[in-house]
């Protein structure tokens, strides 16, 4: 499974920005999609994770500025992100959870990333 991210880039403070991720390959379902960010030298933090059913999760930090949506069907994921701050400042990744399909009777369930894509906020 693969994931391409893309929508990165350097937006003002208090400007917008949509990020976008997109699954391929061994694809049964995907479980879940969501985004993280990782400022260097900390732990790579969630900032928001939408389900099948469409349930969200946000960091405390992006509540009420950033929006996930989905589209399973197309196995894509979006983060439209607003109010941004100059904290926001680093590298966002996608991530998914899903199900392959190994054989007729065969599945299995991994986490997979894609490649970072860096937002910068300047002030």
């Known amino acids: 499974v693969q994931l391409q991210a893309s929508g990165g880039g350097l937006v003002q403070a208090g400007g917008s920005l949509r990020l976008s991720c997109a699954a391929s390959?061994?694809?049964?379902?995907?479980?879940?999609m969501g985004w993280y960010r990782q400022v260097p030298g900390k732990e790579r933090e969630l900032v928001a994770r939408i389900g099948r059913s469409g349930g969200t999760d946000y960091a405390d930090s992006v509540k009420g500025r950033f929006t996930i949506s989905r589209d399973f069907a197309k196995k894509t994921v979006a983060l439209q992100m607003g109010s941004l701050v100059p904290e926001d400042t680093t590298n966002y990744y996608c991530n998914a959870d899903v199900t392959s399909r190994e054989s007729a009777l065969k599945f299995s369930r991994n986490d997979y990333w894609g490649q970072g894509t860096l937002v910068t906020v300047s002030s």
């Open positions: 390959g061994n694809i049964f379902t995907i479980n879940r």
